[in-house]
C-alpha cells in the first residue's frame, strides 16, 4: 500500500495517522506498510499497547515498483509498542485472488525519540520478504532507516538496504520526504518524493546451445505519489497518483498502476 506506508507510523510507523510515514509516504507509497499504520508513537509510550490493522488496496507497490498485478490485495499487521520507545511490529499481504500465497511480509523493530514539542526521530530496522511471486524475489531486503518527523506534517527519512539475493551483496541508499496537510471534513492532502538504488537480475541467450548468461543491472531512479486521503476514527480512505523515472523497464515485472487506492481499518 504503497510505500511505509513504517513510520508512519504516526511515531513512525505511523503516528496513527498522522502524518504521511516514513514509511509510506517515504517508502514510495507502499501500501502494503500498513504495518506503519499501526504503530502508535512509540516515544510517548508508557506501558505496552497492541494495535493492529486490516487493509484493502488496489496494488502493492514497493519505492515506486509494482509487487503485484493491479489486482486487490488484503493486508493485515500488528504492532506492540513499549515504555522508552520500543516497539515491534509485523505484516502480511496477499492477492485477493490467490489467499493461500503471501505476496508480502515484513517484521520491525524500532526506536523513537522525541526531540523537542515538534520534532521527533526513530530508528528502524525492518526485514523484507516476497515469497509468492519469483519475480519479487529481488526486493527481499534487510533494511535500516532513520526517520524524522516535524509536527505530522513533514517526515525525512534515509535507508540503507541490504539485499537478500544470491548475486547483489552491496549496500544501496535510499532517502525519502512527506507531505501532509490536513483539511476540513478529515481530508488531508498527501505527497511524496523519493529517491534509492537498486539492483536487478536478467539473462540474455546467445543462439542454439549456446546457454544462457546472467547479468545483474543497477539503477539509481526516482519515485513519489500525490493523493488525497480521508481519515475518520479507525477508517482510512487514501488515493494516490504515483510515478516513476529513470527505472529501466523490466520484462516479465507487472507494470505499475497510475492511481493506487487503499481502504484501512485500526484497531
Keep these: 500500500m504503497t510505500s511505509p506506508r513504517m513510520p508512519s507510523a504516526g511515531s513512525l510507523r505511523r503516528r496513527r495517522h498522522a502524518g504521511d ?6 517508502r514510495s507509497r507502499r501500501l502494503a506498510l500498513c504495518f506503519a499504520a499501526c504503530l502508535p508513537l512509540a516515544a510517548h509510550a508508557q ?6 490493522t486490516v487493509a484493502l488496496s488496489s496494488q502493492l507497490v514497493d519505492r515506486g515498483q509494482a509487487v503485484t498485478p493491479q489486482t486487490p490485495v488484503l493486508q493485515g499487521a500488528l504492532a506492540w509498542s513499549f515504555a522508552k520507545g520500543w516497539s515491534l511490529g509485523a ?7 490467490k489467499p493461500d500465497r503471501l505476496a508480502e511480509a515484513l517484521a520491525q523493530i524500532a526506536r ?16 523484507y520478504d516476497y515469497p509468492g511471486n519469483p519475480h519479487a524475489r529481488g526486493f527481499d531486503r534487510t533494511e535500516a532507516g532513520l526517520g524524522w518527523i516535524y ?19 552491496h549496500l544501496h ?3 525519502d520526504i512527506g507531505f501532509h496537510w490536513p483539511l476540513p471534513r478529515h481530508f488531508a ?7 534509492t538504488q537498486t539492483a536487478y537480475s536478467y539473462y540474455a541467450y546467445y543462439g542454439h546451445g549456446h546457454g544462457r548468461y546472467e547479468y545483474e543491472s543497477h539503477d539509481t531512479y526516482s519515485y513519489g505519489h500525490a493523493g488525497l486521503l480521508w481519515n475518520n476514527g479507525p477508517w482510512r480512505v487514501e488515493v494516490d497518483r504515483v510515478a516513476t523515472s529513470g527505472l529501466a523497464h523490466r520484462h516479465g515485472y507487472p507494470d505499475t498502476a497510475p492511481w493506487i ?3 484501512s481499518w485500526s484497531f
Design 112 to 127: 523513537s525519540w522525541s526531540l523537542s514539542p515538534d520534532w521527533q526521530m526513530q530508528a528502524n530496522l525492518v526485514y
Design 173 to 175: 541508499g535510499a532517502a
Design 21 to 26: 510515514r516514513i514509511g509510506a509516504s517515504s
Design 261 to 263: 487506492a487503499t481502504i
Design 151 to 169: 509536527r505530522d506534517v513533514l517526515t525525512l527519512g534515509v535507508s540503507a538496504i541490504y539485499p537478500a539475493g544470491k548475486t547483489d551483496h
Design 47 to 52: 506501558s505496552s499497547n497492541v494495535s493492529g
Design 189 to 195: 492532502l498527501s505527497a511524496g518524493l523519493g529517491v
Design 91 to 97: 505484516s502480511a499481504s496477499v492477492e485477493a485472488r
